[in-house]
């Protein structure tokens, strides 16, 4: 995976804030989630164990960003 780019949460930022087209995927578990206090507003919540079967609710015309820990 070392071809795929990282983005920093201020590049991120700054593509949302020019109005390109970004969906985020929250790849956290649930465990995760529970105990975070922050949310991204719409994102996409699919745990990593189900992102095969998910695939098709992430939409194809922007670009796509996933969110770990």
């Given at each position: 995976m070392s071809d795929v780019p990282r983005i920093t949460a201020q590049g991120l930022?700054?593509?949302m804030d020019s109005g390109e087209g970004v969906t985020i995927v929250d790849v956290r578990n649930p465990q995760a989630w529970a105990q975070s206090d922050t949310m991204i507003p719409d994102a996409i919540r699919i745990?990593?164990?189900?992102?095969?079967?998910?695939?098709?609710?992430?939409?194809?015309n922007s670009t796509v960003v996933a969110y770990c820990t």
């Open positions: 930022k700054k593509k745990p990593l164990d189900q992102l095969d079967d998910s695939v098709p609710r992430i939409p194809r």
